[in-house]
């Protein structure tokens, strides 16, 4: 069965930093392309970024480019996101998501975690 | 970026058949998804690529359309479809739609 766990959100000032994890298990975790989706409260859902299996490469929404970094331990099967210069627009879940095949990149969501709430604020 | 439209809400009788549009601002081909998310959980795959219905989603759930106009029908409702539906495009940067939120009468 695959599982993704995300952990690491709280509750963070303006400009800091947070790191979050998402532990996966399941499925051969350094076969596919993951990413990161967000959730603002009340609000829709927001594509934030994606890595292939591989991690050579990386994409982000713009509003986060350059803040925040996306990166994948393949030993450890686990997916991270790290988030500098926080903003209260950052304010969300954020979900951890499995493309649906091995090997090719289809940036569609699959599977999804239970997320993790990250609050931006003073 | 993609802009995905969809009605904001519909209300509808157990029973019934429900239609749910999302519209793209440019043609994405069939590269068109849609979830199902219940309050307080995380989103679930329902339809992928347009029309393919994902393994364990009941067959009263389809999708339709290709470029810019897609449906997701529901057929029949049943109250256990209370939930907030997104379309997503795959066919650039991920987009989602505003979400359609189903309520039964």
Known sequence: EVQLVESGGGLVQPGRSLKLSCAASGFTFSNYYMAWVRQAPTKGLEWVASITNSGGSTYYRDSVKGRFTISRDNAKSTLYLQMDSLRSEDTATYYCTRDPTEGIVEDWFAYWGQGTLVTVSS | ?105
């Open chain 2, 1 to 105: 970026d993609t802009v995905l439209t969809q009605s904001p809400a519909l209300a509808v009788s157990p029973g019934e058949r429900v239609t749910i549009s999302c519209r793209a601002s440019e043609s994405v081909s069939t590269l068109m998804h849609w979830y199902q998310q219940k309050p307080g959980q995380q989103p679930t795959l329902l339809i992928y690529l347009a029309s393919n219905l994902e393994s364990g989603v009941p067959a009263r759930f389809s999708g339709s359309g290709s470029g810019t106009d897609f449906t997701l029908t529901i057929d029949p409702v049943e109250a256990d479809d209370t939930a907030t539906y997104y379309c997503q495009q795959s066919w650039n940067d991920p987009t989602f739609g505003g979400g359609t939120k189903l309520e039964l009468k």
